[in-house]
């Protein structure tokens, strides 16, 4: 009986002790003395003392929750620098691939947190869009006068009838300065055809690359999951809508001269270059030895056609669709942010006591009508 009550004595001393020990007590376990803290031997028997838990287990280490703005700043920031980077190395050999990266680059600048570049990065990339825009839209075109060879055009007919225009060497044409050619606007049809290869060519390197679209610009995979209705938004109008009529060109083809640049000269009695003397009933005209029967027309110059007077030779006159700005007009429903009012929760972000499950509590979305672009495209 007495070995009975000794073992119950232990077994209620152990379990104590275990109880004392996980509430972050120590008791000794040969005096069943309760230990003052941080001593590691009893000071009633002398006997060493096990470690309490805190010090066995450790504190857990708190779970950091990452910044979600500032992972998104980082994201964007190195975007545009790989877009920049990549703009610069083919502006020379591919123009039109370089400014839908410049393009991307100014979308993007809008989710980096200011002060992270210096105001002369901006204004680096707005110049390299402008820089490239007007390389696609201007150049050489070819000159008229010379036939495109930059040589001086001398008319041997009017010395021999069975030799026409010789070219020659070493003599500049006086219209070009011997550049085979005049600073002018190209067709308006291959600016676009030019704008639009260069679109998908940007757009298939940036799908293999794993970037994900966005409206017109690209961002990453880790940068779109972590993005807000507003971000989206902002992103989605930083990059410029094509007019419907000349998809960022600003110009349309001269309906006048049907883009060549050149109509039939309206001088009076210029017939292909040549005046032609009219003669009256009655009179004799003379001609010397060393005259000719036709003269060339002052106005044209023996060309028999003179620069279309409605688009300046050029070809192409400013898009009436968008007045020369090569931009989409902008949407009325949104007035251009992209983002209009929940419908579902009428702009409170709040549904039955919950955030509502169309705009997850932000109380806006992207607009219907443009679907975020800001623009109306169609």
Same mark, same amino acid.
């Given at each position: 009986?007495?070995?009975?009550?000794?073992?119950?004595?232990?077994?209620?001393?152990?379990?104590?002790?275990?109880?004392?020990?996980?509430?972050?007590?120590?008791?000794?376990?040969?005096?069943?003395?309760?230990?003052?803290?941080?001593?590691?031997?009893?000071?009633?028997?002398?006997?060493?003392?096990?470690?309490?838990?805190?010090?066995?287990?450790?504190?857990?280490?708190?779970?950091?929750?990452?910044?979600?703005?500032?992972?998104?700043?980082?994201?964007?920031?190195?975007?545009?620098?790989?877009?920049?980077?990549?703009?610069?190395?083919?502006?020379?050999?591919?123009?039109?691939?370089?400014?839908?990266?410049?393009?991307?680059?100014?979308?993007?600048?809008?989710?980096?947190?200011?002060?992270?570049?210096?105001?002369?990065?901006?204004?680096?990339?707005?110049?390299?869009?402008?820089?490239?825009?007007?390389?696609?839209?201007?150049?050489?075109?070819?000159?008229?006068?010379?036939?495109?060879?930059?040589?001086?055009?001398?008319?041997?007919?009017?010395?021999?009838?069975?030799?026409?225009?010789?070219?020659?060497?070493?003599?500049?044409?006086?219209?070009?300065?011997?550049?085979?050619?005049?600073?002018?606007?190209?067709?308006?049809?291959?600016?676009?055809?030019?704008?639009?290869?260069?679109?998908?060519?940007?757009?298939?390197?940036?799908?293999?690359?794993?970037?994900?679209?966005?409206?017109?610009?690209?961002?990453?995979?880790?940068?779109?999951?972590?993005?807000?209705?507003?971000?989206?938004?902002?992103?989605?109008?930083?990059?410029?809508?094509?007019?419907?009529?000349?998809?960022?060109?600003?110009?349309?083809?001269?309906?006048?001269?049907?883009?060549?640049?050149?109509?039939?000269?309206?001088?009076?009695?210029?017939?292909?270059?040549?005046?032609?003397?009219?003669?009256?009933?009655?009179?004799?005209?003379?001609?010397?030895?060393?005259?000719?029967? *036709?003269?060339? @027309?002052?106005? /044209?110059? &023996?060309? +028999?056609?003179?620069? !279309?007077?409605? $688009?300046? #030779?050029? %070809?192409? =006159?400013?898009?009436?669709?968008?007045?020369?700005?090569?931009? *989409?007009?902008? @949407?009325?429903? /949104?007035? &251009?942010? +992209?983002?209009?009012? !929940?419908?579902? $929760?009428? #702009?409170? %972000?709040? =549904?039955?006591?919950?955030?509502?499950?169309?705009?997850?509590?932000?109380?806006?979305?992207?607009?219907?009508?443009?679907? +975020?672009?800001?623009?109306?495209?169609?």
């Amino acid at each position: 009986m007495n070995k009975r009550r000794f073992w119950m004595a232990v077994t209620v001393c152990a379990l104590w002790g275990a109880w004392a020990w996980a509430q972050g007590l120590v008791v000794c376990k040969s005096c069943g003395r309760e230990a003052k803290p941080g001593a590691t031997a009893c000071d009633h028997c002398k006997t060493a003392l096990p470690k309490p838990k805190e010090a066995e287990t450790g504190a857990k280490p708190e779970v950091e929750v990452p910044d979600n703005a500032a992972e998104i700043g980082r994201g964007a920031a190195a975007e545009v620098e790989a877009s920049v980077k990549q703009a610069r190395e083919l502006e020379k050999l591919q123009p039109e691939v370089a400014l839908s990266y410049y393009q991307n680059a100014l979308a993007l600048m809008r989710l980096v947190p200011a002060g992270t570049y210096p105001a002369t990065v901006g204004e680096a990339i707005l110049e390299g869009n402008k820089r490239t825009m007007q390389v696609l839209q201007r150049g050489l075109v070819p000159c008229k006068k010379c036939g495109g060879t930059g040589k001086y055009q001398l008319d041997m007919g009017k010395v021999d009838r069975k030799k026409g225009v010789k070219s020659l060497e070493g003599v500049a044409c006086p219209a070009c300065k011997g550049q085979a050619g005049i600073m002018g606007y190209r067709d308006a049809t291959k600016v676009m055809a030019a704008v639009q290869q260069g679109r998908n060519e940007f757009e298939r390197r940036q799908m293999v690359a794993g970037g994900v679209k966005i409206g017109r610009a690209f961002v990453p995979a880790e940068v779109e999951k972590r993005l807000s209705n507003r971000q989206r938004a902002l992103v989605m109008t930083g990059v410029p809508v094509p007019c419907p009529e000349c998809h960022l060109a600003a110009r349309q083809t001269c309906t006048a001269c049907r883009a060549s640049g050149w109509v039939k000269c309206d001088q009076e009695n210029c017939v292909q270059g040549l005046l032609k003397e009219t003669r009256k009933a009655g009179t004799r005209l003379e001609k010397r030895l060393n005259e000719e029967s *036709a003269k060339k @027309c002052p106005k /044209c110059e &023996g060309l +028999g056609e003179i620069r !279309c007077p409605t $688009c300046s #030779g050029s %070809g192409g =006159v400013a898009c009436k669709k968008c007045d020369g700005s090569g931009l *989409a007009p902008r @949407c009325t429903r /949104c007035t &251009g942010t +992209g983002l209009m009012a !929940c419908a579902k $929760c009428k #702009g409170t %972000g709040q =549904v039955k006591g919950g955030p509502c499950p169309e705009c997850k509590g932000e109380t806006m979305v992207l607009c219907t009508t443009c679907r +975020g672009e800001g623009a109306q495209s169609r």
